[in-house]
T-cell receptor, first 115, second 116 residues
């Protein structure tokens, strides 16, 4: 257990479904991130939240909708996904977004399969 | 803009043999460098990091990496690998973006396959 918990670990959803991924950290970190990891592709940064405010959206399609109600929780709401959205979705946090020396703490990821 | 290049996508090596995983970076400013490891069906875990000081950094499980500023490299090495080292390894570089926030760029990863 790394301190960053992601649920569910596995999710299978149809293209017309609506589901949400949850990420929770109680490390006292102030920055949280969503990454997409697809087979044979580099890690893709999707969204960044610093002190609960979204500071980066890397041209992610609107069928992915993030939510950060507080510094400890991050959600990724999914609707009308496509099969190519199947991937491992990783959440990460870092202590202070203005500091370089801490690195990221990652969750174990949610393996998403869109059918 | 910063970037990270991991030249080898896969590295097979026999158990107890040495291994080097290569990482080169480019950045216009001073950076901090990291290696992360991802075991099957898990997230990434921080393995070691270079911030300043000694250019040779070590992890608790026998890996080490050396920062070489002139060659802009941060290669990861282990003198004798174990089966349990089979995983994917990601090099990363971190600096501050224009908004004052940490920005991390990851390499494409190198899969280390340890052969019994």
């Amino acid at each position: 257990e790394t301190g960053v918990t992601q649920t569910p670990r596995h999710l299978v959803m149809g293209m017309t479904n609506k589901k949400s991924l949850k990420c929770e950290q109680h490390l006292g970190h102030n920055a949280m991130y969503w990454y997409k990891q697809s087979a044979k592709k580099p890690l893709e940064l999707m969204f960044v939240y610093n002190f609960k405010e979204q500071t980066e959206n890397n041209s992610v399609p609107s069928r992915f909708s993030p939510e950060c109600p507080n510094s400890s929780h991050l959600f990724l709401h999914l609707h009308t996904l496509q099969p190519e959205d199947s991937a491992l979705y990783l959440c990460a946090s870092s202590q202070d977004p203005g500091q370089l020396n801490y690195g990221y703490t990652f969750g174990s990821g949610t393996r998403l399969t869109v059918v | 803009a910063q970037s990270v290049t991991q030249l080898d996508s896969q590295v097979p090596v026999f158990e107890e043999a040495p291994v080097e995983l290569r990482c080169n970076y480019s950045s216009s400013v001073s950076v901090y460098l990291f290696w992360y490891v991802q075991y099957p069906n898990q997230g990434l875990q921080l393995l070691l990091k270079y911030l300043s000081g000694s250019t040779l950094v070590e992890s608790i499980n026998g890996f080490e990496a050396e920062f070489n500023k002139s060659q802009t490299s941060f290669h990861l090495r282990k003198p004798s690998v174990h089966i349990s080292d089979t995983a994917e390894y990601f090099c990363a570089v971190s600096d501050i973006d224009s908004g004052g926030y940490q920005k991390v760029t990851f390499g494409t990863g190198t899969k280390l396959q340890v052969i019994p």
